[in-house]
Nanobody, 121 residues
Framework: QLQASGGGSVQAGDSLRLSCTAS????????MGWFRQAPGKEREYVAS????????YYGDSAQGRFTISRDNTKSTVWLQMNRLKPEDTAIYYC????????????????WGQGTEVTVSS
């Protein structure tokens, strides 16, 4: 089970840090990712991180502004979002898989309920 939190309403240029905790299996067995879905749009890949956290990957929209990290001792993955823009407004979902995952929605087996981020100009 995945539980995302940390969303909110902010101004353009602000920062937010999203958190996602997981239960069930040892957290270190999960390859973790973040996706987002804006109203009327497809769910979009944001970032992902390997089991140990030694490698991270980003979608075009996140590159240079967002940072994904994890702490397996806390069973938590974070998405630090800086310099937020109105186009970052979306519901953000964390996702997990026990094997390596790509950037597609179908690559992940487990999903959190989402946390809403609203960025106003």
């Amino acid at each position: 089970q995945l539980q995302a939190s940390g969303g909110g309403s902010v101004q353009a240029g602000d920062s937010l840090r999203l958190s996602c905790t997981a239960s069930g299996r040892p957290f270190s067995s999960y390859y973790m990712g973040w996706f987002r879905q804006a109203p009327g749009k497809e769910r979009e890949y944001v970032a992902s991180i390997t089991w140990s956290g030694d490698r991270t990957y980003y979608g075009d929209s996140a590159q240079g502004r967002f940072t994904i990290s994890r702490d397996n001792t806390k069973s938590t993955v974070w998405l630090q979002m800086n310099r937020l823009k109105p186009e970052d407004t979306a519901i953000y979902y964390c996702a997990a898989r026990t094997t390596v995952a790509g950037k597609g929605r179908d690559d992940y087996d487990y999903w959190g309920q989402g946390t809403e981020v609203t960025v106003s100009s």
